[in-house]
């Protein structure tokens, strides 16, 4: 198994859901209903979004350790990476299935992110607020100018 393999396998992995794939961390971050779940990066480890509570439990599985931003600087209790050597067989599917349940499934997906006023995807302007008028067009002075260099 390469590190350009691990995208493909967590894909495969993640069947049916709704995904969405974005480039960070990187690599190729899997979003599953606009929640992030897991990053295949391109040294071959998978970065996977976790429930703070089981970090330590988790950590203590072979293959596990701290999700790092650069150099030693924690990404914090909600972020674990695994070795790409434990994602081999079922490894990979039991590690997306800890990143899985951390979406607590009875939520509905995060509210849109788009400014009030601006159109919804449907063409609707958003609820929040009503579209602003329209604004008056300034008008560039047209009179000929009085003056002119001189050489």
């Known amino acids: 198994m390469t590190g350009p393999d691990l995208p493909e396998r967590v894909r495969a992995a993640l ?5 969405r794939e974005v480039k960070m961390f990187g690599g190729i971050s899997f979003m599953v209903d606009e929640r992030m779940v897991a990053a295949a990066r391109g040294d071959g480890d998978l970065l996977l979004r976790i429930d703070p509570a089981r970090r330590e439990d988790l950590l203590a599985r072979p293959g596990a350790h701290e999700a790092l ?3 030693g600087r924690s990404m914090g209790p909600g972020w674990l990476a ?5 994602l081999t067989g079922a490894g990979l599917t ?3 299935g800890h990143a ?4 607590e499934p009875g ?3 995060p509210a849109s992110r788009r400014r009030p006023g601006v159109s919804a995807p ?3 302007p958003s609820p929040a607020r009503a579209p602003t008028p329209p604004q008056p067009v300034r008008r560039l002075r047209t009179e000929p100018c009085r003056w002119a260099w001189v050489t």
């Not at 695994?82 to 434990?86: I, K, S």
């Not at 899985?100 to 979406?103: C, G, M």
């Open 15 to 19: 069947g049916d859901r709704r995904t």
């Open 69 to 71: 931003m650069g150099e």
């Open 82 to 86: 695994v070795d790409e050597a434990a």
């Open 94 to 96: 039991e590690w997306l």
């Open 100 to 103: 899985l349940d951390f979406r």
């Open 107 to 109: 939520l509905k997906p």
């Open 122 to 124: 449907g063409g609707a």
